[in-house]
């Protein structure tokens, strides 16, 4: 079964320089997540879309932006990126309601940034 | 505020014994849906099993079934003849009906002994 892709799996980045996450979800899934886990702790939720709109918003920085394209993909897009930005990032997909909010997650990009 | 607590930091079994997580949470909401996500050290976030509120039947997914206590609010997580496999971060996790976010706790880290 098709599973939920993100690119690049790995990052590394200089401080202050900008990064762009890609992330395709299930097909026919209409709902995107985004999350952010620092070693040993629990994901983050950053920033939801559904049907390309931004349905929900979490601790993401100002410096963080993301949008959701008309073919469902999403692009979590981060500039002036800080030592502590260095973390796991996950793109989960749903259908939302039609299956009781359960998201499906990628494999993550591990971003370092030096 | 919505809140999710796993006591146990970490836990060891052998291999073929049944263990149980302990998963509490905090919601004034009625409606809402939970889950066990299993991280093993690939990091790769997996859906164990899921529960609606409003569903009195506790799931049950091969080897996991849950126990979900409502009016507690209790959900923990039940791994019968454990496999090496199954070594892991075990999240909890909820999502109300009225949003997207999931709710994480902190973790259970898993370890199954030959």
């Known amino acids: 079964a098709a599973g939920v892709i993100q690119s690049p799996r790995h990052l590394i980045k200089e401080k202050r320089e900008t990064a762009t996450l890609k992330c395709y979800p299930i097909?026919?899934?209409?709902?995107v997540y985004w999350y952010q886990q620092g070693p040993g702790q629990d994901p983050q939720f950053l920033i939801s879309?559904?049907?390309?709109?931004?349905?929900d918003k979490g601790s993401i920085p100002d410096r963080f932006s993301a949008q959701q394209f008309s073919d469902y993909h999403s692009e979590l897009n981060m500039s002036s990126l800080e030592l502590g930005d260095s973390a796991l990032y996950f793109c989960?997909?749903?259908?939302?309601?039609?299956?009781?909010?359960?998201?499906?997650f990628g494999p993550g990009t591990r971003l370092t940034v030096t | 505020a919505q809140t999710v607590t796993q006591s146990q930091p970490e836990m060891s079994v052998q291999e073929a014994e049944t263990v149980t997580l302990s998963c509490t949470y905090d919601?004034?909401?009625?409606?809402?849906?939970l889950f066990w996500y299993k991280q093993p050290p690939s990091r790769q976030m997996i859906l164990v099993i899921r529960?609606?509120?409003?569903k009195q039947q506790n799931a049950t997914e091969n080897r996991f079934s849950v126990n979900f206590q409502k009016a507690a609010k209790s959900f923990s997580l039940k791994i019968s003849d454990s496999q090496l496999g199954d070594t892991a971060m075990y999240f909890c996790?909820?999502?109300?009906?009225?949003?997207?976010?999931?709710?994480w706790g902190a973790g259970t880290k898993l370890i199954i002994k030959p």
């Open positions: 989960a997909s749903s259908q939302g309601v039609a299956t009781s909010y359960e998201q499906y």
């Open positions: 097909p026919r899934h209409d709902t």
């Open positions: 879309f559904y049907e390309k709109m931004q349905s």
């Open positions: 919601t004034s909401e009625s409606n809402y849906y």
């Open positions: 529960q609606e509120a409003y």
């Open positions: 996790a909820f999502v109300l009906d009225s949003n997207y976010q999931l709710i």
